[in-house]
């Protein structure tokens, strides 16, 4: 199971890049992924209708007990089967229900496909844990798709919706899995299945767990959000919102029925709920005119019903279950499908525009009326086979003594009268023909774009005499939970209480049907405020009002009164800590050599004097002289590495000062004197005060002895390095230095979405002429540049820097062009070198990453931005998208090879002449660090001096002549 995983999340990465050269055609291509895993899951089925499971384990966090650990028995081989059967098929629906020039194609064919992934390890997953994260995982994918129409504000705020809604559950459901986890000892959902544990904190946590599957399958009151998901495309629709993905909370409920359907609690939640909801579903839904709202809340009707069964916790309700769970997704997924072609050749999905369309399309109305009648419950149907064993559980339940039973049975078969309505009602407004209305004009379809809800809806019919094939595998499920019974899936029983009820239902159905105008009024008297969606619409509008006012009053001030109140806040917290310990140093030694007495007091003077003068390029440089300060005390304490690091940063931080202070005054408050100034400075020493304190208090701190004395030889044992500190960030301490980089990547996105406010644009600017240059000749072209000479006349001269003449004269510097022209090749060597070199010597990925950030900023600021795209001319998003590929891919791939995440693997050899070779996945993962920290200096780059330029040039009533055009360019 964890190689299909891994394929489902390949393939994913790798469909937006076949997109490009198959457009629509790469629909059938990872189609065949999900069919095939199908494939797979039919040849497991007689292991699993014996009672047994299929099952593996990837050791992952062995301190938490949690394991990559997957199980197939027979609930998970049903919903495998219809997550990848029904996925293999909307995939192939896509095909012909988009068109070539979709937006995002690529990026929607990946994430549907992910998805389906995601869902099938979410089933298949026996570890608590891992399935909670496969169930985040599917949230999260969702919002992507319910939101693929991001020009749409409907999309948008459907998707918020929906990820608010569904992973508001998801967490309160993660408490619940961890207390269910802490209590029963093991993470195996299996295990805690088959020796459930009770107690207070037992039922508290199913409880919790019952509320993320109750969000996840859109129970009252969490059921709004699936209707609204309705903006999403319609191949979404059927297959997260019919087939898969709302599936999830039914699928674990049913999971955990065989071990804790009586726990205290879990009946009247899910029966008085369920119950609910399908009745607010079912009314709902015959109110609505668009057919895919018909559907949706339909949907929402039958997740009700099915909730009520699968959490009934009898043996015959737990066949039923799984029954009906297969019969919905059948059934429901087809329709969901029969609508979107509907929609695509009327153009239209309101029913009240729609005449003829069954006489025009009468194979698509065919498939609908199959697909209608299962959900009716109509014989020969494996709807109707499933709805019967539905009420002949809870018939038999209430006859045994369990009010529940009589609760659920009257609900459901309420509810059922009302799905016959509406299935009637969907059927006729879609296929019927009305005298007041031309027939609707179809727009041509090929035949194939038929073909997978044909083929839903012929499964649903040959299931329901076939049913007794698929009894004894599901047999097998209802058998592990308690309560009796011995009720097998047929479609004929004889003449019995459950078949009267279900032409009872199908009467007052068709009765409902007919008499739908006295409905519509009798809805119409429903006051329009009793709406779930408008609760959640007051209580997002309460939140942000509340939020707002909070902030009023807590950020009333400027920026000196926020970092004074956290600064006191860290003075009284910490200064009470320090008065209170009785941890101090023997001894303090003040100096170890006077060299230390000079750095600290220049330090000292550079820090006072930033405080006190009046401009602002003179403070950053002062501030850059405390920098610089420890870059020479790291370097006399015998830390090369900190020291070059050090030194880099602090270069990069002022030049990134420099870049944002082009855009201010140059001098400090220039309109009013700075307030409370003696409150500052005493701030400002309280600050120093505990901070030194702090300092010597940790110095005495230690009791157990220092780990210090064994980095050299795990260094050189376990890491492969004598470079310590290299080898603590990209082996030992690997994990921290994962977490940076992903910091730096969100640093470099937020400075970014700062000043691309009207959208990033991913073109990188150029010269206009300089992807037309090919040869080196042309390159080193000498032209006539009127611009080049301060006295205005042509003169011809070498051309530094490709993009050196875009510079304004004023600007321009030729000795800088040249010592960038000379120093730039042998920067970027010597940053190669670093990151190679660095496991074994100072250096590694950061401090290369560096090296050749700086010499990306000396072109920009001799050349200016079209230098800098000169230079590089890619999207630093990718190239910081590469490093984190690279860095994580490092931490994942062990994970396969039975290892732990992030382990290092190293291949040594004797090479010629070079000696010893040793080379590690480490390497690759310090590459990735040097890409992030690279495109990181790209991406400020961009922001703080491209982009700011293009703003400054755009505000200009007369841009340079030159600043845009880029003239004739040699290089």
Request: with cysteine.
């Amino acid at each position: 199971m964890a190689t299909i995983l891994l394929t489902f999340a390949a393939l994913s990465a790798l469909t937006p890049i076949l997109t490009r050269w198959l457009s629509l055609r790469v629909f059938y291509v990872i189609a065949l992924l999900p069919a095939t895993v199908f494939g797979y899951t039919l040849t497991q089925t007689r292991a699993v209708s014996t009672g047994g499971a299929i099952t593996e384990s990837v050791p992952w966090i062995p301190a938490l007990g949690i394991s990559l650990s997957f199980r197939v028995d027979t609930l998970a081989w049903l919903l495998a089967l219809v997550v990848t059967g029904v996925g293999a098929l909307v995939l192939v629906y896509c095909a012909r229900y988009f068109s070539a020039d979709e937006p995002a194609l690529g990026r929607f064919a990946a994430v549907l496909l992910a998805f389906a992934g995601a869902m099938y390890g979410l089933v298949t997953s026996d570890d608590i844990v891992v399935m909670f994260i496969f169930w985040e995982i599917t949230s999260v994918l969702s919002y992507i798709l319910i939101g693929h129409y991001t020009f749409k504000r409907a999309s948008r705020g459907a998707a918020l919706q929906a990820l608010l809604v569904t992973t508001f559950g998801g967490l309160i459901m993660l408490i619940g899995v961890v207390i269910l986890a802490v209590e029963a000892g093991t993470t195996s959902l299996a295990a805690i299945v088959a020796d459930p544990v009770t107690g207070p904190a037992t039922t508290w946590s199913v409880l919790l767990i019952l509320v993320g599957a109750l969000s996840k399958s859109a129970l009252v009151p969490f059921h709004f959000w699936l209707p609204a998901a309705m903006a999403a495309p319609t191949p979404v629709s059927a297959y997260l919102h019919a087939a898969a993905m709302v599936k999830a909370g039914i699928y674990l409920v049913a999971r955990l029925a065989p071990g804790y359907a009586d726990t205290p609690g879990w009946m009247p939640v899910l029966v008085t709920l369920g119950v609910v909801t399908m009745l607010v579903g079912a009314w709902r839904s015959l109110r609505q005119y668009d057919l895919k709202l018909v559907l949706a809340y339909g949907t929402v009707s039958q997740l009700g019903f099915l909730m009520v069964v699968v959490g009934f916790g009898t043996r015959d309700a737990a066949l039923a279950g799984v029954a009906l769970l297969l019969a919905h997704a059948l059934y429901k997924s087809a329709l969901f499908l029969t609508v979107g072609i509907i929609d695509h050749r009327a153009g239209t999905r309101d029913w009240r525009q729609l005449s003829g369309v069954g006489r025009n399309a009468p194979v698509l109305a065919v498939i609908a009326l199959l697909s209608v009648a299962s959900m009716a419950g109509i014989p020969p149907l494996l709807g109707f086979v499933a709805k019967e064993s539905v009420f002949t559980a809870f018939l038999e339940a209430g006859l045994a003594g369990d009010g529940w039973g009589w609760v659920a049975l009257v609900g459901t078969v309420v509810g059922s009268v009302l799905t016959v309505a509406y299935s009637a009602r969907f059927f006729w407004g879609a296929f019927g023909t009305r005298v007041s209305l031309a027939d609707t004009a179809l727009h041509p379809a090929r035949w194939d774009f038929q073909l997978a809800p044909g083929l839903l809806a012929v499964a649903t019919l040959l299931l329901g005499p076939l049913v007794f094939l698929l009894d004894p595998v599901l047999v097998s499920y209802a058998d592990t939970v308690p309560g009796g019974g011995d009720y097998h899936l047929a479609l004929w029983h004889g003449f019995e209480p459950a078949l009267a009820l279900s032409a009872v239902v199908l009467l007052l159905g068709a009765v409902l049907f007919w008499k739908r105008p006295g409905v519509a009024r009798l809805q119409g008297t429903v006051p329009a405020y009793i709406d779930a969606g408008q609760g959640y619409g007051s209580t997002v509008r309460g939140i942000d009002r509340a939020a707002a006012r909070i902030t009023h009053f807590a950020q009333q001030g400027g920026l000196p009164q926020y970092l004074s109140t956290i600064l006191v806040v860290f003075v009284l917290a910490l200064g009470c800590a320090a008065f209170v310990n009785r941890s101090w140093p023997e001894e303090v030694v003040l100096w170890d050599y006077p060299g230390q007495v000079v750095i600290a007091l220049i330090m000292g003077v550079a820090a006072v004097m930033a405080a006190r003068v009046g401009e602002r390029i003179t403070a950053v440089l002062l501030a850059g002289v405390t920098g610089y300060g420890l870059v020479a005390f790291f370097a006399f304490h015998g830390a090369p590495d900190l020291a070059l690091t050090q030194a880099l940063v602090e270069t990069m931080t002022i030049v990134v000062f420099v870049l944002v202070l082009r855009r201010l005054p140059q001098k400090i408050a220039q309109h009013s004197r700075p307030m409370h100034r003696r409150r500052r400075v005493l701030i400002g020493v309280l600050v120093g005060a505990v901070m030194g304190t702090i300092g010597v208090i940790a110095l005495g701190a230690r009791e157990a002895p220092s780990i210090a004395a064994e980095l050299p030889r795990l260094a050189v044992e376990e890491g492969h390095g004598r470079n310590i500190v290299n080898v603590m960030l990209v082996d030992i301490r690997a994990w921290d230095t994962m977490g940076e980089i992903s910091v730096l990547i969100v640093v470099a996105t937020g400075v970014a979405s700062l000043l691309f406010v009207s959208g990033r644009n991913a073109v990188v600017p150029r010269l206009r002429d300089s992807r037309k240059r090919r040869s080196l000749p042309h390159r080193r072209k000498v032209v006539a540049d009127p611009a080049a000479s301060s006295e205005g006349h042509a003169v011809t001269r070498q051309s530094w820097l490709l993009a050196g003449r875009t510079v304004a004269e004023k600007d321009r510097s030729i000795m800088l062009e040249v010592l960038v022209r000379l120093l730039f090749y042998p920067a970027m060597i010597v940053s190669v070198y670093l990151l190679i070199a660095g496991h074994n010597a100072p250096g590694g990925g950061f401090a290369g990453g560096l090296i050749a950030g700086l010499a990306l900023v000396s072109r920009y600021l001799a050349g200016g931005r079209y230098e800098l795209g000169e230079a590089v001319p890619v999207d630093p998003g990718k190239i910081l998208g590469l490093g984190i590929v690279l860095a994580v891919g490092m931490a994942v791939v062990s994970l396969f090879f039975s290892g732990i995440p992030l382990e290092s693997a190293y291949f040594e050899t004797t090479v010629p002449v070079l000696g010893p070779l040793s080379f590690g996945t480490s390497t690759i993962f310090d590459i990735g660090v040097y890409l992030v920290v690279v495109g990181l200096v790209l991406d400020i780059l961009r922001s703080l001096g491209s982009e700011v330029d293009r703003q400054q040039e755009a505000g200009e009533t007369e841009p340079h002549p030159q600043s845009e055009q880029g003239a004739v360019v040699a290089g």
